[in-house]
């Protein structure tokens, strides 16, 4: 190992061969030196990434950003020693970055790959979701980029045992995605023993053909075969995505640890690791290049050019409009604007209004049917091409995508998520479709933003200030139709809020979102007219929350508020509210937070909103009983 | 319609057909009564439905918690006309109540069945849960019950598209659950439009065949043919489930609305309604009885008789022992103590140490694989059984399944949750890996309790204590191995908590769980070698919370906290501390809360702890800084 490396460009398949006892042994290296992680998980795929690294990725590894670049997805994020290996193989990454850096503090060679690195689109680690990921990837290359680039996604066997595998195939065949290559590593062991189809291949092969892919097989150490396999995949099939079952040893090339239960996750020890390296002959340092995408892709795009700039709705104050209704208008408006912006939904357009853009803009609809993890995935990978995705479902359905949307946080992929029919407002459907965990589930995502607005201007502005959101950005929507409050240009930036209601003598502060808004405002009518004034604020951005104004209605009320929400006691507008008025040094505050605490059953919405204590009769009785008390 | 009516027991097939009819006329009925709900979802499935309850389904309607009884799951949970109207068919409801109560406020009939109702065992309406959960009735009929019962599933044709019906279908060949069968209603048309595969039976046949069941098709409308598949189904196949794919026409019956598009969700206006009525040959008011189980289930038990008191492990005080350690030492114990306790994993059990019970108990452990949303299904069908499930994985991975708890809640199911690995805590294997949203996410669960035991003792003992608690419980397992905090014997009640360092010259509260429990005892010892004396809270159980003994804290410490959690600022222990001040009246309060604000990435517990900010030195530091500003 001496001198500058010249990268091999034409690479025949002995050296591939060599090049995967080297992505093995590098590993074993890498995870030995950090004393955790995977090297049995990733001797498994080394041929075959070998292979595919060296003659079939299509990948300018100056260029991560290049347009015509293929992707590699490594679904079984836990084989990140392979991939590491893999950055070494092609040069960028140092072998000192490898051997002295992963799983360290501070590296950017995480135990999962994340893309902190260039070369990594999306963040795996959690099972079943790189395939689901390259599905929205293969989307965009197929119906939007239109570029020849292929997703290549490498998948372990146990992840096969998640339903989201199964969205995600039946996904990519309805799209006729002959780009996308599922590859599977089966290994025959999971982490804690047998996988539950071991290597029985012939189970696999029939679930994905059912499911409308082309399937390979193939002998995953066998370099001659496993080359023959990607070259019909990178060809592609008739419009279907292709398959690749390839059988495989975990831990293959170290004898003491091959096909043998106990060693998934576990590194090997110092000893153990000069035996094994002994074993797969040494260290290597081949420097390997190999195909670069053959087009020009800069001239390439679809959906080249600004829009015209567009004319959100415009309400008029008093008329009954629904938020998810100013949510279709609005998303429609804007994409005449951007070029660039796609809307997914699952199945329920007709009532999240997405149908809206779908009308206007077919070209740049995803219907992802009643597959909702499916959905958000499409949408991370879509925001991997550097799309604006939107994603409708009833927000209540969210809950079912969680995992994935935590996940894209890791991504930091861009995500707009929009969730009609929120909290018992719903009325009679009863509460499987209500919405009352949501936004504790959105504010808790890592660097999300949450919006909750009462009336369609506000709505319509929202969804206008999420495109330039950045991170998993989440409006809740209503399924009423209530009373439009603001002029058409008004404001309503992320991380304000509005103050509907406010004098000088106020008592008291009312705290509403979404439809408790409109119920705060009416039980300040009838304070006022017994002579209470009551502070209104609409606090449409859940998250980041408008801090100062809070502030200044504690100072102005004697620290008196009542909150009142759609949405279980915990982790929603109230603890927004408690959280940014006890983040600002000591105060003495009183608050009443009212909120859904029963479990609700059918109803009117008004019944409903009776029934959890959450309207405009019990947000009066709370102000009176509080103010009772303070005297 | 005069005089009580008298119940047809040996039901022939014209008799059927009339049954069917009625069925159809009092889905339209009722739905049109209430101005919501899914008429033409229930007429395509009403032919199948009556077949089935006249001669199939064993069934006794007057004792619905007889063990023998079968079990009947509406998967696709908006055909409830259909369900309710079979309820007044066999006589358990009124007309009046049908066609007055359905969807009304403060009826049992809500828009989607839940167990309110003594028929029905979970609630559905998020689709795709119907059958994960029926596969967990069968698991319990087969393994445990080992009673003749079958399980029935109706399951729509837009539902094939959620994954977690391919993760059930996995899950029931895997166990070989011939008592299961699922009829699919294919009639083609979903929400918005087709479904994705619309009458393309053959599709539907390779993947459910291909998922291992025995797979019949029939003309859903074909009173004969349904007959004999539905005797076929209830013979059962060898050792498989049978799935039957019925091909249907939604809104059969009424010529209006036969397979037309925009009828989904929509009930018919009254004019219309008669018309159909009028089509359907009016109205009946057949009472019909199918057959009932011919077991004497009561002595057919499996899991009958108490077990031996149980020992709980002890550890002492000062050895390092691991949370989730503790927790399959428990687990083990309790499994001599409690006959029906049932333990379930993700295919992770030698991490959260569920394989110990399954060693001691394999016959009441199931594995569920790398599939989170069928792990807590099948722990809800169990609950159906009336059997104690612990369902455990990662932490993190309770995420993927989100959707699945929600609706527990709203089934009213008695889970145990068991999430080892939480927070940064983890170390090395990065983001992915780690829960920084669990708490919120559980918290705001309907009715939940969520626990956090920073010790083996208090882990133990909230396993027990676990098994006697109702509704969704959560438990948070750490992955390092921590000193024991506790004598053998300490209670720790839910709603409980330790005060573990207190002094009346007390300046602050420490708070802490889990793991930052250890972090605020450093810093309670750094901080009394300076002369500052801090109280030292160990808030182990999050929901319900300890609020006299924080309420109490606050009097003695002026109102000054120190929160730190190993979790994300947002819902969980933080909002769990202020929520419990805040409740109780105006109170001045100074609360710092530290927390995990930025991305973590791979490196030692010790390194990421501190990195977020919430070991001892930043304890300290806050203590410190908090101080200062008092004065």
């Known amino acids: 190992m001496t001198g500058p490396r010249q990268p091999l460009t034409t690479i025949d398949l002995s050296t591939v061969r060599e090049l995967a006892q ?11 030196s950090a004393g955790s992680g995977h090297p049995t998980s990733s001797m498994s795929a080394a041929d075959i990434l070998a292979v595919l690294v060296a003659r079939h990725l299509r990948y300018d590894w100056d260029e991560p950003g290049a347009r015509g670049n293929d992707h590699l997805i490594f679904s079984k994020g836990h084989a990140s020693p392979l991939l590491y290996s893999i950055f070494k193989a092609v040069g960028v990454v140092s072998d000192e970055e490898l051997v002295g850096e992963y799983r360290r503090f501070g590296s950017r060679l995480q135990g999962h790959p994340t893309p902190v690195l260039p ?177 020009d892709a800069d001239t390439a795009t679809a959906v080249d050019g600004p829009g015209t700039s567009a004319t959100l709705p415009s309400y008029s104050v008093g008329d009954r409009v629904a938020t998810r209704q100013a949510y279709g208008d609005a998303l429609a408006a804007l994409g005449g604007q951007y070029p660039n912006l796609v809307a997914l939904d699952g199945e329920v357009s007709n009532s999240t209004h997405a149908d809206q853009f779908a009308k206007a803009y077919p070209d740049r609809y995803f219907e992802m049917f009643i597959a909702e993890q499916q959905l958000v995935a499409a949408a991370v ?20 995508a969680y995992d994935f949307i935590r996940m894209a946080a ?129 606090l449409y951005s859940v998250k980041p929350v408008d801090t100062a104004t809070l502030i200044a209605a504690a100072d102005a009320t004697g620290g008196r508020f009542v909150v009142a929400e759609d949405h279980h006691p915990e982790g929603g507008v109230g603890s927004a509210v408690t959280d940014a008025l006890l983040a600002h040094g000591p105060r003495s505050l009183t608050i009443v937070h009212l909120s859904v605490h029963e479990m609700p059953g059918s109803g009117t919405p008004e019944e409903l909103l009776n029934a959890a204590g959450i309207d405009a009769e019990h947000i009066e009785a709370a102000v009176h009983n509080l103010l009772a008390e303070s005297r």
């Open 119 to 295: 070369w990594v689109d999306v963040a795996t680690g959690s099972l079943g979701q790189g395939l689901p990921d390259g599905v929205g990837v293969a989307l965009a290359g197929k119906y939007l980029d239109r570029l020849p680039y292929r997703v290549w996604v490498l998948c372990g066997d146990s992840e096969m045992a998640e339903g989201s595998i199964w969205e995600a195939l039946d996904k990519a065949a309805y799209y006729e995605l002959r780009n996308l290559t599922a590859i599977v590593d089966v290994n025959r062991l999971g982490q804690r023993g047998p996988t539950e189809l071991e290597w029985d291949i012939d189970t696999y092969v029939r679930r994905a053909e059912a499911f409308g892919a082309r399937v390979l097989t193939v002998d995953g150490h066998d370099v001659d075969a496993i080359d023959s396999v990607l070259t019909q995949a990178a060809d592609g099939a008739a419009r279907r995505p292709t398959v690749i079952f390839a059988r495989t040893i975990k831990g293959r090339g170290f004898s003491e640890v091959e096909d043998r239960e106990g060693w998934h996750g576990r590194t090997f020890p110092k000893d153990m690791a000069e035996r094994a390296i002994a074993e797969l002959g040494g260290e290597r340092n081949l420097l390997v290049r190999g195909p670069v995408p053959d087009i």
């Open 22 to 32: 080297q992505l093995r042994v590098d590993s074993i290296r890498s995870s030995t």
């Open 410 to 538: 890791i991504s930091r992929a861009d995500l707009r998520l929009v969730g009609s029919h929120c909290g018992v407002e719903i009325g009679a459907d009863g509460p499987s479709q209500m919405a009352l965990e949501d936004l504790a589930m959105m504010r808790a995502v890592q660097g999300s933003t949450v919006l909750y607005p009462s009336d369609a201007t506000s709505a319509a502005a929202l969804v206008d200030a999420m495109v330039g959101t950045p991170g998993i950005s989440f409006m809740r929507t209503t399924r009423g139709a209530y009373p439009v409050l603001y002029e058409t240009g008004a404001r309503f930036p992320v991380g304000g809020s509005k103050v509907l209601r406010s004098d000088p003598s106020d008592a008291v502060t009312l705290v509403g979102a979404g439809v408790t808004v409109h119920e705060c405002l009416a039980a300040a009518d009838r304070l006022a007219e017994r002579g209470v004034r009551a502070r209104v604020i609409d």
């Open 381 to 400: 990978g879509l925001s991997v091409r550097h799309y604006i995705p939107f994603a409708s479902t009833f927000a209540a359905f969210f809950t079912r």
